[in-house]
């Protein structure tokens, strides 16, 4: 038996592993129960009591060697202590990850939509690819209005009826088909032109517009509602103006500029030396389009009003070009890091 313990001993001594794998057949191999200095410890039983004693510190001795050899090993092989197997330091500094941001336009759309919140509109959405009745027919346009014109409007092929629609006021006329009086929503969306795409036109572009209509809703209260969005939007000190225009689904109509706010009002190159920059389109509910949405004009008026988001964003934050906006360049979304 001392000659066993012995030869295991100095084979111990010259143990070698290259790695961890390695390391962990050794421990089986001397110390797991079957293992070879296990194994001695029950032949100890057999042993005559008085060679117990000697027998017995050499066996504890030749167990610790073993255990610290095969630890020697493991650290030389991980570089470090036992701890250091799992590679975690909890004190180590993270790595920073980049941080992703919202788009500016989802940005500003979704403040445009909290101010109108604000003043009770929900937001309603619909399909991008519509058809004629919905964004043209219903909305008052005639049948011959060159808006319809395929310089104007995508449609799509072999599908006469089938079109990308060129505003979402083609939601609008969803929801008042499906809903009667007081209706209150804002429709935000992405629609599109056939424009050649330059910094200042795309083939798409974002728009929110906005409906309501109940029974006495007057000019007065559509006036109201756009100083407040302006002056949320750019300022308190925001002034607004409106200017007689023409659109087929309202009547009157018109356009509202507000008060150029790289400037206040004095007169820069942006505004191009008018103090004014225009924002969007409104007017009251031309009667025809109720009637045809199956809302009674003799009872209920409303108004309505659109803007391109776009247009937006680039008074907020100055984009200079339209492109930007599609191209995902994270130079470009960075920026907007702060604003998020
Ligand atoms: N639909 C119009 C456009 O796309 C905007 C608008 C909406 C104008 C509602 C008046 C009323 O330009």
Not at 67 to 76: K, T
Not at 166 to 171: A, D, F
Not at 223 to 232: C, E, G, I, P, V
Request: proline share 4%.
């Amino acid at each position: 038996m001392i000659e066993k313990i012995e030869n295991l001993k100095s084979e111990l001594q010259s143990l070698t592993a290259s790695n961890t794998g390695e390391v962990e057949q050794l421990r089986i191999k001397y110390l797991s129960k079957k293992g070879l200095v296990t194994s001695l410890f029950s032949e100890f039983r057999n042993v005559p009591a008085e060679q117990k004693k000697e027998l017995g510190q050499r066996l504890n001795e030749l167990k610790t060697l073993a255990a610290d050899r095969i630890n020697e090993l493991r650290e030389s092989l991980s570089g470090g202590t036992d701890d250091d197997q799992c590679d975690i330091d909890l004190t180590r500094t993270a790595t920073p990850l980049p941080l992703g941001t919202r788009h500016p336009l989802s940005l500003v759309r979704n403040e445009m939509i909290d101010i109108f919140a604000r003043m009770g509109f929900t937001v309603a959405e619909g399909p991008e690819i519509e058809d004629d009745w919905h964004v043209f027919s219903a909305l008052n346009f005639a049948a011959d209005h060159p808006a319809r014109d395929m310089q104007d409007t995508f449609f799509i092929m072999r599908e006469p009826d089938v079109l990308l629609r060129t505003h979402t006021s083609s939601v609008q006329t969803r929801v008042m088909e499906k809903n009667q009086p007081p209706i209150r929503i804002v429709c935000p969306g992405r629609v599109y032109r056939n424009e050649a795409i330059s910094a200042r036109a795309h083939c798409f572009f974002h728009q929110i517009e906005g409906l309501y209509i109940d029974r006495d809703v007057s000019f007065a209260d559509l006036k109201q509602a756009l100083l407040y969005f302006a002056q949320q939007m750019f300022g308190a000190e925001t002034k607004v103006r409106l200017r007689p225009s023409y659109f087929p689904f309202t009547e009157p109509s018109a356009e509202m500029d507000i008060s150029c706010n790289l400037c206040g009002g004095k007169g820069c190159g942006f505004c191009k030396h008018t103090g004014w920059v225009e924002i969007l389109g409104c007017g009251m509910v031309d009667p025809n389009v109720l009637e045809a949405c199956g809302i009674d004009s003799k009872v209920y008026t409303g108004y309505a009003f659109g803007m391109g988001i776009e247009r937006i964003t680039n008074l907020k934050y100055r984009v200079k070009d339209l492109r930007m906006f599609s191209e995902n360049d994270v130079r470009f979304l960075d920026e907007f890091i702060a604003a998020r």
